[in-house]
């Protein structure tokens, strides 16, 4: 009978040890991301750009976010969905055109 080879092997890192790595990696502000083509990093994403301000918006935005705003408020509701987007907008005056 042939000896037995005896391996050792380091145990697995656990899930909180993983954890632990990732955590440590946001919170010491890490932010690059390995690009899994050529295995380097890449930089961040860029941030994005400053939101409108209210007075540098045309009318009819304005008027679509209060609509929105104003059914999220009624129905109690934080996200409706497209169908109830599509009714808002229809009782805005929307219509298609063409009969498409």
Do not use: C, H
Not at 51 to 64: A, H, I, N, R, W
């Amino acid at each position: 009978m042939s000896p037995k080879k005896t391996t050792s092997k380091k145990p697995a890192a656990s899930r909180s040890d993983a954890r632990k790595k990732s955590t440590k990696a946001v919170a010491s502000g890490e932010t690059s991301v390995k690009s899994p083509k050529k295995g380097g990093k890449k930089a961040a994403p860029k941030p994005a750009p400053a939101s409108t301000k209210p007075d540098q918006m045309p009318d009819d935005v304005l008027e679509f976010i209060q609509a929105i705003d104003d059914y999220k408020r009624l129905e109690g509701r934080p996200f409706p969905t497209w169908s109830e987007v599509l009714d808002i907008v229809k009782d805005l005056g929307y219509q298609r055109q063409n009969g498409q």
